[in-house]
């Protein structure tokens, strides 16, 4: 009742009044006039506090009833703090693991990119490339000439945009005088006009920036955060980028990341056409520039449609345009090629992320989803047993007059306590799980929780609110007044519909768990296996980073990794050094066909004659500790002036060179230009990834071959692997000031990216699936020990007749094995469903793993006999005569 | 018997009968804040002491409650004040209140004092 009906003044006029009077009467008594307005003031008190009051109690009386609601809730809740501490850890948990994987979830799937019109946008997609074209991604990558051709038709689309990585991992930048690495990406001039992304700061590309190939950049709002700390006189700024010197004229708007696949993009260049500065950092190919390469599909093109185009209508008008513009520079295609096809997908969502995440993450919140089920249930258990043993203060309560609408309220306050407290604490547990989720699963981009994950947070407590809130007012009411004085423990508490509905949700409980027991079982079993898979190398104390060197011609970049080796054996503590064009681990591959002894192979049933190429240095196979089973391993000695070398593989010698000695084969690459002699095979290992099965493989030798790019450095050292990287920084930097060590991080960890999302899996699968055994363990514990007291009476009774102990621990563990079987026949079904589901994520291990739901079953049931053991002997030490004289 | 205050004759309010106590002062006409004051401790022979700034609040509550309404009037010695009287609620309230409060005085006296002849112990 918040309005008042009387003002202050009024109610001060009436104060004012009856001390008036009060002098009046006390005159009439025959005291003196000062006497009598004297005693007045004093008989009445003090005219403040009562005005006080009357103000208070008119504006705050509302306020006033929920304070005193909350004040007996928080008393009557401290009174049982094992309860209240449960009931809010639970609630907590599994708010919180909800929050947590919809927050990833959210970022990842959910969330539009922050780009004007995110429906009208297109991912240009072809369905292969032409014969004899080099490319980076199947489907994804184009070549330069067909973006110039497409982006001439402009009835289709009301922009066309390309993009490209100028890496494929970092870039060597430079703000100051110190080096750093940061991701960038070179740009068409319409990239943030075409796409609608707004620069709270400076201004972003013009199609005159990208004819001219302008030395500018855009940064993103993360860099400029992180980099700039939000500085507005960033802006002028030179960014070295690879040594060129660009100016900084914008900051992208808060969010936007750029559109690299599963990448936060730092910067933005326009296309550019100079060396230093080629698509995805690599070195020339044949003298070429990406743009001016039409065998070289490496770039990426968005697009958005012109309005009122659909993408059946914009596929129709370009398909022939595409097809033609495939062919620029390439001559006629080759017999049997067939023509290209161009595509659409949609690009509302983040590149992706769909693809890698997707699974995973739906299975995850699938579990997660359980995980909150078996926390409420508990927490309504929980309840309905505190209530139903307060059946009898609620009875008290409603005969002196409390109306029911006056306990419900009392009740909810009381499960808006618990639900509050749970909340907070869900929130600052899902903010540590989801940075940890990110960091596990490698996620680049921002996965802070934004309004989406708050309301969906919200709706989960509000429903649970509502829930606790509910459950218990049913047993609350049902006992009226007269049932406190008729009430005792031996008649009063033998409810059998209600315990029913306790036994169906402690089974169900066990069904769920069971499920994620499962669950986590199969994905702990693939994690172990990824873990234990050998690599096929020693792979403990190498350390690898990237260096990406400013080389104006072949013999400078030869000289400047012939320089860099030295210098790094020499240090103390290094064992041996190489080099390597793609690296290990990193999940990519240089992949072709490739000639052997002057033709290409045959390849019997039409089989793949795919091999796997990289440029490795000296003493590749030694530093990496990868045996060589015949031949040698590449030396100092092979050298441009020294007959080409390589080294193949055991599956290349079996496949290609099969039932011959392989040493002295010449083979090269598939045009025929470059062939060298093999000199050493060497044993079978991973290459791009853990979960890999070998592939042929062939290594050219990096100081012979006509080409030199960005490497990675590999080096075998003594001790902790990283240890080693300040010294190694301090060199790179003698030779030249500009580089920094890009991605640097022990070749352990580089494997284990490619199993991030496995691992992240894995992790919280285990995480999860601990939880539920915990929430099943309390609240079957809490069911159990409930009945138990609730039992008192009759278990004395059963005593008092003879009943042994052993009988009645019996009767207890009973009620819970037999609820555990149910569960666990339920369950199993339902297990395997899940198991079929996550089918594509297992490595090693198969759905139906006996040994898995073994330790499931066996695991749900110690958690029973755990749980039930409590209350089993409590009931096991009911002293008959006491529980009989109870009440 | 209630506790008494330790020299004092006066008896400070049980909660919650200061309600009926208004209420049946009320019901002899309209009267104002201090009138009822007065009446009560008068009537009660001063034994009980009405603390006045409960007094305003109780009459306050009794109003929000439609209980008793008010207006301000004219007191005989010719002085402006509040006047409160009863409404028909207020009349059945009254009823109520004094019969719960008659069995309860009784089921006291009986337990107090069970020799003695019901020495009706009026408030």
């Known amino acids: ?887 | 018997m209630p506790t008494q205050e330790n020299n004092d004759e006066r008896i400070a309010l049980l909660q919650g009968t200061l309600d009926i106590l208004i209420l049946k002062t009320l019901i002899l006409g309209p009267c104002h804040g201090q009138g009822v004051a007065r009446s009560i401790q008068r009537q009660s022979e001063e034994v009980l002491f009405v603390d006045h700034g409960s007094l305003y609040l109780a009459l306050q509550r009794l109003e929000d409650k439609k209980l008793i309404q008010a207006k301000w009037g004219t007191s005989e010695n010719n002085r402006k004040a509040r006047f409160y009287s009863l409404t028909a609620k207020g009349r059945a309230e009254l009823l109520e209140k004094t019969s719960q409060w008659k069995r309860l005085t009784r089921a006291m006296d009986l337990i107090l004092d069970p020799a003695a002849d019901l020495q009706g112990e009026e408030a």
């Not at chain 1, 304070?67 to 449960?86: I, W």
């Open chain 1, 1 to 887: 009742m918040f309005k008042r009906k009387r003002s202050a003044e009024d109610f001060a006029e009436e104060i004012k009044a009856h001390l008036e009077l009060e002098a009046d009467d006390l005159r009439g008594e025959g005291l003196s006039e000062e006497e009598s307005q004297r005693r007045a003031r004093v008989e009445f008190g003090s005219q403040v506090a009562a005005q006080e009051s009357f103000h208070r109690r008119g504006r705050w009386q509302a306020l006033d009833n929920l304070a005193r609601d909350l004040r007996f809730s928080l008393r009557s809740l401290l009174k049982s703090p094992g309860f209240a501490f449960t009931a809010i850890l639970t609630v907590a948990l599994g708010v919180g693991a909800n929050t947590a994987v919809f927050s990833v979830m959210n970022a990842v799937l959910l969330k539009s990119l922050p780009v004007a019109d995110p429906q009208t946008l297109v991912y240009l997609r072809t369905s292969d490339q032409p014969r004899g074209t080099g490319t980076v991604d199947t489907n994804e990558t184009m070549s330069y000439p067909v973006y110039d051709t497409l982006r001439k038709q402009t009835s289709a689309f009301s922009s066309l945009i390309a993009y490209v990585p100028l890496s494929g991992s970092k870039v060597a930048v430079r703000v100051g005088s110190q080096p750093e690495e940061a991701e960038g990406d070179m740009v068409s001039g319409a990239f943030f006009s075409g796409l609608g992304v707004n620069l709270p700061l400076g201004r972003g590309f013009t199609a005159e920036d990208e004819a001219n190939h302008a030395p500018l950049s855009v940064i993103s709002y993360n860099y400029w955060t992180r980099r700039f700390a939000r500085s507005p006189g960033v802006l002028g700024q030179t960014l070295f980028v690879n040594g060129v010197p660009t100016t900084i004229i914008g900051v992208s708007a808060q969010g936007f990341e750029g559109l690299e696949p599963g990448g936060s993009t730092d910067f933005w260049i326009p296309l550019q056409n100079r060396r230093e500065l080629n698509a995805w950092g690599n070195p020339l190919d044949d003298g070429k520039l990406y743009i001016e390469n039409p065998k070289w599909w490496c770039l990426r093109l968005i697009a958005r449609l012109a309005p009122g185009v659909s993408k059946t209508q914009a596929i129709a008008q370009l398909q022939a345009v595409f097809r033609s513009a495939s062919r620029i520079g390439l001559g006629s295609p080759m017999q049997g090629e067939k023509p290209l096809t161009l595509s659409f997908t949609d690009a509302k969502n983040f590149p992706g992320y769909d693809q890698m995440y997707g699974n995973p993450l739906r299975i995850l919140m699938a579990m997660v989803g359980l995980v909150l089920l078996i926390a409420l249930a508990n927490v309504a258990m929980l309840l309905a047993a505190r209530n139903a043993a307060r059946q009898r203060e609620f009875s008290v309560r409603q005969a002196l007059g409390a109306g029911r609408g006056e306990l419900f309220r009392q009740l909810l306050t009381e499960s808006l306590i618990l639900v509050t407290a749970g909340g907070a604490l869900a929130w600052a547990f899902a903010m540590m799980a989801a940075r940890l989720l990110a960091n596990w699963a490698q996620i680049e981009s921002s996965l802070a929780p934004d309004r989406t994950v708050l309301l969906f947070t919200m709706g989960v407590l509000v429903v649970a609110a509502v829930l606790f809130g509910l459950a218990p007012m049913r047993v609350a009411l049902a006992g009226r007044a007269e049932l406190a004085i008729r009430t005792s423990a031996a008649t009063s508490n033998t409810n059998a519909g209600k315990s029913r509905t306790g036994k169906i949700i402690v089974a169900l409980q066990m069904a769920m768990c069971v499920v994620l027991l499962v669950g986590a079982g199969l994905l702990i079993r693939t994690l172990r296996n990824l873990e234990n898979t050998p690599l096929g190398m020693r792979v403990d104390g190498l350390v690898v980073f990237g260096v990406n060197p400013d080389i104006p011609s072949l013999a400078a970049g030869r000289t400047f990794y012939r320089d860099l080796i030295s210098k790094l054996r020499i240090l103390p503590g290094v064992e041996s050094v190489t080099v390597m064009e793609e690296r290990l681990g990193s999940g990519w591959s240089d992949n072709s066909a490739m000639m052997v002894d002057g033709r290409l192979p045959d390849v019997p049933n039409g089989g793949d004659r795919t091999v796997r190429s990289n440029v490795a240095g000296p003493d590749f196979f030694t530093t990496l500790g990868i045996p060589v089973l015949e031949g040698r391993d590449f030396a100092d000695s092979d050298t441009v002036n020294s007959p080409p070398v390589g080294i193949i593989n055991e599956e290349f010698a079996k496949r290609f060179l099969a039932g011959q000695n392989p040493l002295g084969h010449h083979i090269g690459t598939d045009d025929g230009r470059y062939t060298m002699t093999v000199i050493g095979v060497v044993k079978d290992h991973k290459y791009r990834s853990i979960d890999e099965t070998p592939i042929p493989m062939a290594w050219y030798m990096s100081a012979q071959i006509p080409m030199v790019g960005p490497m990675s450095v590999e080096m075998r050292v003594k001790g902790a692997p990283l240890a080693i990287l300040p010294t190694a920084q301090k060199v790179v930097q003698q030779l030249d000031p500009n580089l920094p060590l890009i991605k640097p991080m022990t070749q352990r960890d580089q494997f284990n990216t490619t199993i991030s999302s496995q691992l992240m899996f894995a992790r919280l699968a285990e995480f999860f699936g601990l939880l539920a055994v915990v929430l099943v363990a309390t609240g079957l514990y809490g069911t159990l020990s409930y009945r138990v007291n609730r039992r008192t009476a009759e278990i004395g009774v059963r005593m008092a007749m003879g009943a042994g102990r052993g009988q009645v621990v019996w009767m207890i563990l009973r009620d819970s094995l037999t609820l555990t079987a149910i569960g666990i026949v339920a369950g199993i079904p339902l297990a395997m469903f899940v198991g079929r589901a996550l089918m594509s994520s297992l490595y090693g291990v198969k759905p139906l793993d006996s040994v898995t739901y073994m330790l499931a079953v066996v695991g749900v049931t110690l958690v029973a006999l755990l749980a039930s053991a409590v209350p089993a002997s409590r009931a096991a030490s009911v002293d008959p005569l006491r529980a009989l004289r109870t009440d």
